[in-house]
């Protein structure tokens, strides 16, 4: 799986983030993990919703446009949500543990940027 980091402000906020590209990996998301590290998150590409049914805890979400801009922000979403959905602008959707966004201020139009992790 694809990794690289999010900036915000020129600095890392988020340093491990998982790309899930394909059909399989953006079905299974976080399904059967047990929680997320501080300063992980997954990228779910192509992606307008998501859910939280079967999920083991809660999480941020936020939808971001093809310029990396914050186009909808959610908190604490707990398990068993059976959707939240981007808006209208939403390319994809960052999930990074619950609390994550209150640390850094993050609300929508706040811009961030991508950075791929070379693969060894």
Same mark, same amino acid.
């Given at each position: 799986?694809?990794?690289?980091?999010?900036?915000?402000?020129?600095?890392?906020? &988020?340093?491990?983030?998982? @790309?899930?590209?394909?059909?399989?990996?953006?079905?299974?998301?976080?399904?059967?993990?047990?929680?997320?590290?501080?300063?992980?998150?997954?990228?779910?590409?192509?992606?307008?919703?998501?859910?939280?049914?079967?999920?083991?805890?809660?999480?941020?979400?936020?939808?971001?446009?093809?310029?990396?801009?914050?186009?909808?922000?959610?908190?604490?979403?707990?398990?068993?949500?059976?959707?939240?959905?981007?808006?209208?602008?939403?390319?994809?959707?960052?999930? @990074?543990?619950?609390?994550?966004?209150?640390?850094?201020?993050?609300?929508?139009?706040?811009? @961030?940027?991508?950075?791929? &992790?070379?693969?060894?």
């Amino acid at each position: 799986m694809t990794t690289g980091k999010i900036l915000l402000n020129g600095k890392v906020w &988020v340093g491990h983030v998982e @790309v899930a590209a394909s059909t399989l990996d953006r079905m299974r998301g976080l399904l059967g993990r047990r929680g997320l590290p501080a300063g992980h998150g997954l990228l779910i590409e192509a992606c307008g919703s998501v859910h939280t049914v079967g999920m083991r805890f809660p999480i941020d979400v936020i939808f971001l446009d093809r310029t990396w801009r914050v186009r909808r922000v959610c908190r604490h979403v707990c398990p068993g949500r059976l959707m939240v959905w981007s808006g209208w602008f939403g390319l994809c959707a960052l999930e @990074v543990g619950s609390g994550w966004l209150d640390l850094a201020g993050v609300e929508q139009g706040t811009q @961030v940027a991508w950075r791929l &992790v070379p693969q060894n």
